[in-house]
């Protein structure tokens, strides 16, 4: 405008950090030191294969060392980013202390054994979560999506309490070990109300279809919360089952149901993302999908890929959601944006994808020596080199490279990725007490993996865009909470 000069100088951000309330620090403090710890108990249990334990209330075994350093690192980072986030905030003090509640309670959770005990801490960590999502008082939405979230949670709880009493009538057994001990006494209809209701109130936690309801209406909760929820909290759906294999296991056909739902999850977070158009949202119903996946492989009887998944999206989610705000700066919309989804544009770009998954296979199959028998583990290797190969397209494709470079940055990006996936799920199922239970492949699978594949083609070349029925039914389907969404300028100052 003219008489004005348009040139800004920005200076450096003040130290927030420097007048932090006392809360705040030494609550940062104590969630670096519980990480030190956890890397020290883990590098024992790694050392010595020592487990420790109070018998009949908890024990500390491989899996909850590992989950000790995963839980404690996104604790850390979290506590880390929200001394300048939640710097000035009224709920700043609360804000620290609920998130350092939430990861002493999940601590214990992954460590519980008695059955009552496991799901008291089940419902804390729901409660402490729903607290996280609403933490702003006086703001309505911020409390509706805490109500909307407690009340999935307290289902989840419900089912979780439903499971425990059904295992303790048909075993005996008051002890997560002892239910796993007493796996030749499984079967019936205690059994079969405990395994549906396990797997019911697992898909709640980890915002599977139909379930996803809460994640996509909890965007009011502070980022840092979201991201310690995205990377975290819906990982109990996981740990869930994988404690509870030796209930999940027993009957094929419930396995291959879990398979179904895990696919049915995958394809529709995917689906869902593609009419958003908010960087939280996006990453909401990505976060949809890939817990679907996470539920495939325990569904496939790899518990220990199950874990590896959750462990390497906690930390991919954690950083998108904590950098989502460079993504919006990076993401701004042009006249050039051209409106689709879809990135398969050529039959050299569809060719090396089919090479490079296929090399990405044989890679994996090595490092693992899953695949080599006609079984589920042949399903496992698919559904690995599908979520790793589309992660690596995704990120190239987020890049200034020419679609001829972009062809050759692919398996540069992929194969270090799915090493790395194939090394630490060796490294975790070491770890782990659970014993792998593949089963024979049906035609049933077959048909999964058929459907799945065509849909995400559709997806892809951008199909689905086609059709204004399913655009609207996809919009409805991923809308939150009517209460819980933002409606005028004012409903975003707290204050």
Not at 18 to 23: D, L, M, Q, R
Not at 55 to 61: I, N
Not at 172 to 188: K, P, Q
Not at 385 to 408: C, D, K, M, N, P
Request: with cysteine; glycine share 12%; net charge neutral.
């Amino acid at each position: 405008m003219s008489g004005h000069d348009s040139t800004t100088t920005v200076g450096a951000l003040p130290d927030a950090t420097a007048k932090s309330p006392f809360a705040s620090v030494a609550l940062t403090w104590l969630a670096w030191s519980l990480l030190l710890a956890s890397i020290a108990t883990l590098g024992v249990r790694i050392r010595t294969g020592a487990t420790w334990e109070i018998p009949g209330l908890v024990v500390v075994d491989g899996l909850t060392a590992l989950m000790w350093v995963v839980v404690t690192f996104f604790s850390g980072i979290v506590h880390s980013y929200s001394r300048r986030y939640m710097a000035g905030s009224a709920h700043e003090t609360t804000f620290f202390a609920t998130v350092f509640g939430f990861t002493v309670v999940v601590m214990g959770l992954v460590a519980a054994d008695h059955i009552a005990l496991f799901g008291l801490l089940w419902l804390t960590m729901g409660v402490l979560m729903a607290k996280l999502v609403g933490i702003v008082s006086g703001w309505d939405q911020a409390r509706a999506a805490g109500t909307v979230a407690r009340k999935y949670f307290f289902a989840s709880s419900a089912l979780l309490g439903i499971a425990l009493t059904a295992l303790w009538w048909a075993t005996g057994a008051t002890t997560v070990s002892g239910i796993a001990a007493a796996d030749g006494a499984l079967g019936g209809p205690a059994w079969l109300v405990a395994a549906v209701a396990l797997v019911l109130a697992a898909m709640i936690q980890s915002a599977l279809v139909p379930f996803h309801g809460w994640l996509l209406s909890s965007m009011t909760a502070p980022t840092p919360a979201s991201a310690l929820m995205h990377a975290g909290f819906v990982n109990a759906g996981g740990i869930l089952l994988t404690r509870f294999a030796p209930v999940i296991t027993v009957d094929h056909a419930l396995m291959l149901a879990v398979v179904a739902v895990g696919g049915a999850s995958a394809i529709g977070g995917k689906l869902l993302k593609s009419v958003q158009t908010d960087v939280k949202s996006k990453l909401g119903c990505s976060t949809v999908g890939q817990m679907g996946f996470m539920i495939m492989q325990a569904g496939l009887g790899f518990f220990g890929a199950a874990i590896t998944h959750l462990i390497l999206h906690g930390f991919y989610k954690a950083y998108q959601f904590l950098g989502a705000g460079g993504q919006i700066e990076h993401a701004a919309p042009s006249g050039t944006t051209k409106h689709t989804v879809g990135h398969v544009t050529s039959v050299v770009g569809i060719v090396v994808a089919l090479l490079t998954g296929l090399g990405g296979g044989v890679l994996f199959a090595a490092l693992t020596g899953k695949g080599a028998n006609a079984d589920s583990g042949l399903l496992l290797i698919f559904f690995v080199v599908f979520t790793t190969l589309h992660a690596a397209r995704g990120a190239v494709q987020h890049t200034t490279l020419s679609v001829t470079a972009r062809y050759v940055a692919v398996p540069l990006v992929f194969f270090p990725a799915i090493a790395v996936y194939g090394v630490v799920y060796e490294g975790v199922s070491g770890l782990l007490a659970v014993d792998t239970a593949t089963t024979e492949l049906t035609l049933i699978h077959g048909v999964i993996a058929a459907v799945f594949v065509g849909i995400y083609l559709g997806i892809e070349t951008g199909i689905h865009e086609h059709s204004r029925r399913l655009y609207v039914a996809l919009l409805n389907a991923s809308q939150p909470s009517s209460d819980t969404v933002l409606t005028s300028t004012e409903d975003y100052n707290e204050h």
